[in-house]
């Protein structure tokens, strides 16, 4: 069983920066592509940033492009979504993706087998 945990989250004011991490347990971290989404209230799900397993390749919404930087350490089995410039659009609940032992990358969510919890992040003017 694959279990994703996110943490990070917090308040911050405009143009400032969060890191977002995710922590993975379960079988070879490498497998799996990893993805971030988020949803504000009353909106529907957006893919934030995707990368493959071996971290080679990445992905951007374009909203968030240029501003937000995925990572991960295989061997420490965790992604890191750096998020700089953060706006009060950015307000949302963020949520770390596992694709099931696929190792590209996607920016859709039924691509994604596993979820975490979500944290929230808030972005005041």
């Known amino acids: 069983q694959v279990q994703l945990v996110e943490s990070g989250g917090g308040l911050v004011q405009a143009g400032g920066s969060l890191r977002l991490s995710c922590a993975v347990s379960g079988r070879t971290f490498s497998w799996y592509a990893m993805g971030w989404f988020r949803q504000a209230p009353g909106k529907e799900r957006e893919f934030v940033s995707t990368i493959s397993g071996s971290g080679g390749s990445t992905r951007y919404g374009d909203s968030v492009k240029g501003r937000f930087t995925l990572s991960r350490d295989n061997a420490k089995n965790t992604v890191s979504l750096q998020m700089n410039s953060l706006k009060p659009e950015d307000t949302a609940v963020y949520y770390c993706?596992?694709?099931?032992?696929?190792?590209?990358?996607?920016?859709?969510?039924?691509?994604?087998?596993?979820w975490g919890q979500g944290t929230e992040v808030t972005v005041s003017s």
């Open positions: 993706a596992a694709r099931d032992a696929a190792p590209s990358i996607s920016p859709y969510p039924y691509h994604y087998a596993y």
